[in-house]
């Protein structure tokens, strides 16, 4: 059980346009979910946590902006990445929790690659 | 503010050897602790969960333990094996907020 999913698994763009990362727990529904961005060689850090309906908390130095957040429902969570570029280039990961406090099951991660 | 480090940042050791991998932590009030896997380019797998009020847990080859008043865990590693090579993530949960150490990278050689 609480197994967390991730789409797509990989992901080229073109410098300038956006993508799409869709996060959904399959078998249990998520009241939070969070989003992780991990650079090469370097741990996870986290961007924002997402509460289902309301608006996504970023950690300080995320760019709400650039990195849209849709929780629109429990099983489902979205980053959008605005005018990428290559410096966005990077491993995120999200993952989602039932209680909000204390768990968190992970997705499988996407890579991004802007060209 | 909570900091995670985890020491050593890489090893390489031969098969079959004990190794244990280090992780610290600056804020004692934690919530639980938790051990992951990280293979290249994967997500994480859970290896261990202690909660607070834990000491340790075992699972297979791999025990984690926990000592909250010196802000440290440590996972021991028995019997290592060329398939446990990969990078470990410890991760000290903090009520919703997992803060996670920068990983030890394993290479077990056959």
């Known amino acids: 059980g609480a197994v967390v999913s991730q789409h797509p698994s990989w992901v080229i763009c073109k410098s300038g346009t956006s993508v799409k990362i869709e996060c959904r727990s399959l078998d249990f529904q998520a009241t939070t979910m969070f989003w992780y961005r991990q650079f090469p060689k370097q741990s996870l850090m986290l961007m924002a946590t997402s509460n289902e309906g309301s608006k996504a908390t970023y950690e300080q130095g995320v760019e709400k902006d650039k990195f849209l957040i849709n929780h629109a429902s429990l099983t489902l969570s979205t980053l959008t990445v605005t005018s990428a570029h290559p410096e966005d280039s990077s491993f995120y990961i999200c993952?989602?929790?039932?209680?909000?406090?204390?768990?968190?099951?992970f997705g499988p991660g996407t890579r991004l690659t802007v060209t | 503010k909570q900091e995670v480090t985890q020491i050593p940042a890489a090893l390489s050791v031969p098969e079959g050897e004990n190794l244990v991998l280090n992780c610290s932590f600056t804020?004692?009030?934690?919530?639980?602790l938790q051990w992951f896997r990280q293979d290249p380019g994967k997500g994480l797998t859970s290896l261990l969960l202690i909660q607070s009020s834990q000491r340790e847990q075992t699972s297979g080859r791999l025990n984690a333990s926990l000592d909250k008043s010196s802000g440290r865990s440590t996972l021991y590693i028995a019997a290592s094996q060329p398939g446990d090579s990969a990078t470990y993530l410890c991760?000290?949960?903090?009520?919703?907020?997992?803060?996670f150490g920068p990983g030890t990278r394993l290479s077990v050689l056959p």
């Open positions: 993952s989602a929790s039932r209680s909000g406090v204390g768990e968190q099951y």
């Open positions: 991760a000290v949960i903090m009520g919703q907020n997992f803060v």
């Open positions: 804020d004692s009030a934690i919530y639980n």
